[in-house]
């Protein structure tokens, strides 16, 4: 089939190579020039403005925006919106805010799904676990694309109706934060114990037939590997916390305790303020799942 992609930053370009790689066509744009060369190079056609990219659609429009959530996926949207109609598809794969996916599937004149995505720069080699919302034609409609950006068709499924895959995004987003403290606190605790202990050491066999191995602690073994058993000059700031807020939000409005992902916030907020171990090694972590950027002390 044909994918119109939108954002072609680490993800987006992520989308174009699986898709490509899938078998299928791809129109490719994006504001930065260089971008769209990487994805022409990839096999995509390039596109240099959102006319000639919908010009290059078919009738049956497939289009995946990749772009920053907020105002960003707005704009495009509304520039989007004249060229579209009813049989039209869009794809928001963004970390948007679930009523907000609400709202613009009301307003758009497509067939708008909101695609929560998971697995971060190693959705290259693996695929991505994508938790999409919204109608059930327009998800079937594209779910050979989704078997192509996913790890396989057991790596997505449609959650229920629009906003119902950014709500389970963001869930998993606050799920995430309390795995990094507990991994955090567990480790601060053996850096700070009473015996000196090698952290790669630990992680590494904690990763062979431990209860507790996950991709995350592996994150972690890479981390000591990479930075020492101290995490080097790795600072205690730990960014972000937007879908966290949000996970917290949702929970008092729904009166169901999570206590363990409030404090996990909260611990994160707190990180612009002191130091501490178990922050410094969820600042790490977030490198590793998201090739975000290592905040260090100077």
């Known amino acids: 089939m044909q994918l119109g992609v939108i954002g072609l930053g680490r993800m987006g370009q992520i989308v174009v190579d699986r898709t490509v790689n899938g078998g299928h066509d791809v129109v490719a744009f994006d504001l930065d020039d260089d971008a769209v060369t990487t994805a022409a190079d990839a096999g995509a ?19 995946w925006l990749m772009v920053p959530a907020g105002k960003a996926v707005d704009a495009t949207l509304n520039d989007l919106d004249p060229h579209l109609t009813e049989d039209d598809v869009v794809v928001d794969g963004g970390n948007s805010k679930f009523q907000r996916s609400v709202d613009r599937a009301d307003a758009c004149s497509a067939a708008y799904l909101d695609c929560g995505t998971s697995g971060g720069p190693a959705g290259a080699e693996v695929g991505f676990s994508l938790m999409i919302g919204g ?6 409609a594209l779910t050979p694309v989704f078997d192509a950006v996913a790890t ?44 000196d202990l090698d952290m790669e050491s630990i992680a590494r066999t904690w990763n062979n037939g431990a209860v507790i191995r996950s991709w995350l602690l592996e994150l972690c073994e890479e981390a000591f590997v990479e930075e020492g058993s101290d995490l080097g000059d790795v600072a205690d700031h730990v960014a972000g916390g937007s879908t966290g807020t949000w996970t917290v939000q949702e929970s008092l409005e729904q009166e169901v305790p999570v206590p363990l992902i409030y404090q996990a916030l909260a611990e994160r907020f707190d990180s612009r303020n002191e130091g501490r171990f178990s922050r410094r090694l969820a600042n790490r972590l977030r490198y590793g799942f998201g090739r975000h950027h290592v905040a260090r002390n100077e």
């Open 45 to 63: 056609t390039p596109a240099d403005s959102i006319a000639d990219f919908v010009g290059q659609l078919g009738a049956d429009k497939r289009i």
């Open 135 to 140: 109608p059930e034609w327009a998800y079937e």
């Open 152 to 195: 396989g068709p057991d790596g997505h499924d449609r959650m229920g109706p629009s906003g119902a895959g950014h709500y389970v995004k963001m869930v998993h987003n606050g799920v995430e934060y309390a795995l990094m403290q507990a991994y955090g606190e567990g480790f601060e605790l053996l850096a700070n114990g009473r015996y």
